[in-house]
């Protein structure tokens, strides 16, 4: 089992960056795929971005790739997203979620396939 908490979020105007933390407790988070999630007022939560238990590899939605960029330490037991060139669209509390470390499973965008949360943390980019 691993609990999850995010950080970093907050107000920031469209062109600004942002990185996002998220801290995991227990020893075997090495073990575990990580993925990041959002959730705007009246959507459904929607994958963000996927990162594999080594941070080797990565997978990205459309909207954000070649903007965010996610990573992980494993020595720290954190894994990261840093965003860039913000949009208003981009607006939402992000969660951190963590999964089984299987080959490819970093590609998974469901929120049914991810077994832990955080509480999410609020990211405003106003225009």
């Known amino acids: 089992q691993v609990q999850l908490v995010e950080s970093g979020g907050g107000l920031v105007q469209a062109g600004d960056s942002l990185r996002l933390s998220c801290a995991a407790s227990?020893?075997?988070?090495?073990?575990?795929?990580m993925g990041w999630f959002r959730q705007a007022p009246g959507k459904e939560r929607e994958f963000v971005a996927g990162i594999s238990w080594n941070g080797v590899s990565t997978y990205y939605a459309d909207s954000v790739q070649g903007r965010f960029t996610g990573s992980r330490d494993n020595a720290q037991n954190t894994v990261y997203l840093q965003m860039n060139s913000l949009k208003p669209e981009d607006t939402a509390v992000y969660y951190c979620?963590?999964?089984?470390?299987?080959?490819?499973?970093?590609?998974?965008?469901?929120?049914?396939?991810?077994?832990?949360w955080g509480q999410g943390t609020q990211v405003t980019v106003s225009s």
């Open positions: 979620a963590a999964g089984p470390g299987s080959s490819s499973y970093y590609r998974r965008t469901s929120v049914a396939e991810y077994d832990y």
């Open positions: 227990g020893r075997t988070f090495s073990s575990y795929t």
